[in-house]
Nanobody, 121 residues
Framework: QVQLVESGGGLVQPGGSLNLTCVCS????????MGWYRRAPGKERELVAE???????RYANSVKGRFTISRDYAKQSVHLQMNNLKPEDTAVYYC???????????????WGQGTQVTVSS
């Protein structure tokens, strides 16, 4: 009933930039918080950044000052601008959103399939 589709990943050199986009579609009534997580090889999944429905943001310490999260309410999308990328940013990046469907009165967390980001020279 709901799909989250990420795009914008790829291969970039250290110091480069990428902009990830996640678009939500389906039987959506309302979207609360949205965010990005990542999982690097051999590591646990970790929060990268999140943004509330009041546009409050929170970032992992490792990305503060380099990454910026934003959302487009009309397009039901969330973006992650990543600057000054480092090899340790290499991971699969997952979008997540807390969504209320038209057919329900409760919210659930939904996840995208992930997009690979590789930072290497």
């Amino acid at each position: 009933q709901v799909q989250l589709v990420e795009s914008g990943g790829g291969l970039v050199q250290p110091g480069g930039s990428l902009n990830l986009t996640c678009v939500c579609s389906g039987n959506i009534y309302s979207i609360f918080g949205m965010g990005w997580y990542r999982r690097a090889p051999g590591k646990e999944r970790e929060l990268v950044a999140e943004i509330s429905s009041a546009d409050r943001t929170r970032y992992a310490n490792s990305v503060k000052g380099r990454f910026t999260i934003s959302r487009d309410y009309a397009k039901q999308s969330v973006h992650l601008q990543m600057n000054n990328l480092k090899p340790e940013d290499t991971a699969v990046y997952y979008c997540t959103a807390t969504i209320v469907l038209v057919t329900t009165t409760t919210s659930d967390d939904y996840w995208g399939q992930g997009t690979q980001v590789t930072v290497s020279s």
